[in-house]
């Protein structure tokens, strides 16, 4: 579930001077206001002077911005008027500071090409004349924050609550800032310091999050729930309760989390969707079925709501709800497909399902993957020259598409033919420049294959290619422990992976092998509980449940990880039943 967040990172400084409503001056319409005056202006006249230029020419950026395509301004016009701004605010700077100002300056350079140096530097100025003044505190904190430059950030937080120790409202920005970092520990250390009865509702809802994310459940319920009783526009607040209690599998009082949502009439589609999902959950698909029929009439809200039933397994539900995309007379692609899914998924009927599959027009965006489906239903039904033929078909109409290499290729390796396979991944990776899906798939066949080396050397290109990769990251790291060595390294590239693809249970199962590979059995028997509760039917994952329980003196756990793996087709069942003997 996605998170929401009340307060984000703090708005750029340049959207100041597109608000600026606290200055009452009046100014002309047109170009810098003119003057016939031969005498010098006094120190007075030439700061009013130059407060009417400053006024007039943010007036006139403001025009400009607003009419945006339409406006008569050319590029050149618009610069040289933010330098008349930005001269005319340097000389107020000088003849009369202020932290606004300082501010308003800021904001003129928060968008420089070269990055947030000019703005900070000109925070830090404002920071020398006003050292105790909050607003040019958080900017420039935040301009560090903007260059992930996070302890910088917090050097500068801190070193303003060490004098003003009594403001909360700096405190909490500092904890908002330390969790949309990912340092949810530390956020919590810094909004503890804030007293139990002057905790804003914001503070109470960013301590639930940091709670949360550390696997605090009960605080995280305790604080998301003051913060709701708090505020009872709150939303968000109940929002992330909700999916706390869903985490803590109280589905019941999320359930009524989400209606109280619901209840007060919010346009909140998701709050629907986790509403229905709940109920299927619980048993109860006939109350998901008329949330369902009840909800917006959108094809998202009602896509999202089949997805949910069909993934529960209430085949007959989706389909009624399906029906609703018909209810005007038209009827879109996803209907066919989402029939076949049922009909193949829920009735066991593929020849079904082609015939809705047959229904998606060429020019549709599902028919690449209506073509997938179909050559996946030829196979099963036994069909596999009629796959490869529709498999191939899909790859001459779409060349840039991986998808079809990838069916391709498995049906060409389930066919028997492992060179087949392997070419026709090199021929997509070299169409593609390397692509890292084709990659991982080939590296996956070569593990496969007994060509783990080759498999490692292709994903260690990847990464350096594209180090936010989460598969070449899993696979690397996974490889690493599988052969006992660079367990440091290994854990750094399994932990990344896992934060880039967190529902992955796959990845859960990596992070748990490296920690085991390193003696942490504590560690590794807490994300192979996550990985199996995410993944149950992979007999893999349940042998690294086995070992790490045997390894903690856990039979019964040892034994239950063992039979699984067997049951669910071990690759290598005589060495799990023999694991099994010896508990």
């Known amino acids: 579930m996605k998170r929401i967040h009340r307060h984000g990172p703090l708005l750029p400084l340049i959207l100041l001077i597109l608000?600026?409503?606290?200055?009452?001056?009046?100014?002309?319409?047109?170009?810098?206001?003119?003057?016939?005056?031969a005498r010098p202006?006094?120190?007075?006249?030439?700061?009013?002077y130059d407060f009417l230029v400053y006024q007039d020419q943010l007036q006139r950026l403001q025009r400009h911005m607003?009419?945006?395509?339409?406006?008569?301004?050319?590029?050149?016009?618009?610069?040289?008027?933010?330098?008349?701004a930005e001269a005319a605010l340097d000389r107020l700077l000088v003849e009369a500071p202020a932290p606004q100002l300082f501010l308003e300056k800021a904001g003129f350079t928060w968008n420089d090409p070269a990055g947030t140096a000019r703005s900070r530097q000109t925070l830090k100025d404002g920071l020398e004349k006003f050292p105790d003044d909050q607003l040019l505190t958080i900017y420039l904190a935040n301009?560090?924050?903007?260059?992930?430059?996070?302890?910088?950030?917090?050097?500068?937080?801190?070193?303003?609550?060490?004098?003003?120790?009594?403001?909360?409202?700096a405190r909490e920005r500092l904890g908002q800032m330390l969790l949309d970092s990912g340092r949810e520990a530390q956020a919590l250390d810094a909004l503890k310091k804030i007293p139990a009865d002057r905790r804003s509702p914001d503070a109470l809802f960013a301590m639930g999050r940091a709670q949360g994310a550390l696997g605090m459940r009960k605080a995280a319920i305790a604080s998301l729930t003051k913060a709701a009783a708090m505020d009872d526009t709150f939303t968000e607040a109940l929002v992330e309760l909700a999916y706390q209690y869903e985490l803590a599998r109280d589905y019941v009082s999320a359930e009524k989390?989400?209606?109280r949502i619901l209840e007060r009439g919010e346009q909140y589609p998701e709050a629907r969707l986790r509403v229905i999902g709940l109920n299927l959950k619980l048993n109860n698909p006939s109350r998901a079925l008329a949330m369902t029929l009840d909800g917006p009439a959108s094809k998202a809200f009602i896509l999202d709501a089949v997805l949910l039933f069909i993934n529960d397994g209430f085949y007959a539900q989706g389909s009624t709800a399906l029906d609703r995309l018909t209810s005007d007379g038209e009827v879109p692609a996803e209907y066919y497909f989402y029939k076949a899914v049922i009909a193949n998924d829920g009735e066991g009927d593929p020849a079904k399902a082609l015939t809705?599959?047959?229904?998606?027009?060429?020019?549709?965006?599902?028919?690449?993957?209506?073509?997938?489906?179909?050559?996946q239903l030829q196979n099963a039904m036994g069909n596999e020259a009629e796959a490869l033929v529709t498999a191939r078909r899909g790859k001459q109409d779409f060349p840039d598409l991986t998808i079809f290499y990838i069916l391709?290729?498995?049906?060409?390796?389930?066919?028997?033919?492992?060179?087949?396979?392997?070419n026709v991944l090199r021929q997509g990776i070299a169409r593609l420049k390397g692509d890292p899906e084709l990659s991982y798939e080939l590296a996956m066949l070569y593990e496969v294959q007994g060509r783990r080396a080759e498999g490692l050397a292709l994903m260690e290109g990847v990464l350096r290619e594209h180090p936010d990769n989460s598969n070449a990251l899993n696979f690397v790291g996974y490889t690493l422990a599988e052969e006992g060595r660079d367990l440091d390294r290994a854990l750094v590239l399994v932990e990344k992976a896992s934060l880039l693809d967190p529902e992955n249970g796959y990845i859960l199962d990596s992070v748990a092998w490296v920690h085991f590979k390193m003696g942490d059995h504590a560690k590794a028997w807490e994300n192979i509980g996550y990985a199996v509760d995410m993944v149950d039917?992979?007999?893999v994952i349940w042998e690294h449940y086995g070992d790490i329980a045997r390894a903690m003196g856990k039979k019964a756990e040892a034994r239950k990880g063992y039979r699984n793996a067997i049951r669910l087709g071990s690759p290598h069942p005589e060495a799990v039943r023999k694991k099994l003997q010896g508990l």
């Open 19 to 37: 608000s600026l409503t606290g200055l009452s001056a009046c100014a002309a319409r047109g170009g810098p206001v003119p003057t016939s005056q």
């Open 41 to 48: 202006l006094t120190p007075e006249a030439r700061l009013s």
């Open 66 to 84: 607003a009419e945006g395509v339409r406006s008569p301004l050319s590029d050149k016009e618009v610069a040289e008027i933010a330098a008349r």
């Open 143 to 169: 301009t560090y924050v903007m260059d992930d430059r996070v302890d910088d950030a917090v050097e500068v937080m801190e070193d303003y609550l060490s004098r003003k120790a009594d403001d909360h409202q």
């Open 257 to 259: 989390t989400y209606v």
């Open 356 to 375: 809705f599959l047959g229904r998606v027009g060429r020019d549709d965006r599902l028919y690449p993957h209506a073509l997938r489906f179909k050559a």
């Open 408 to 422: 391709e290729s498995a049906l060409l390796k389930n066919g028997g033919d492992a060179d087949g396979a392997e």
């Open 537 to 539: 039917s992979d007999p």
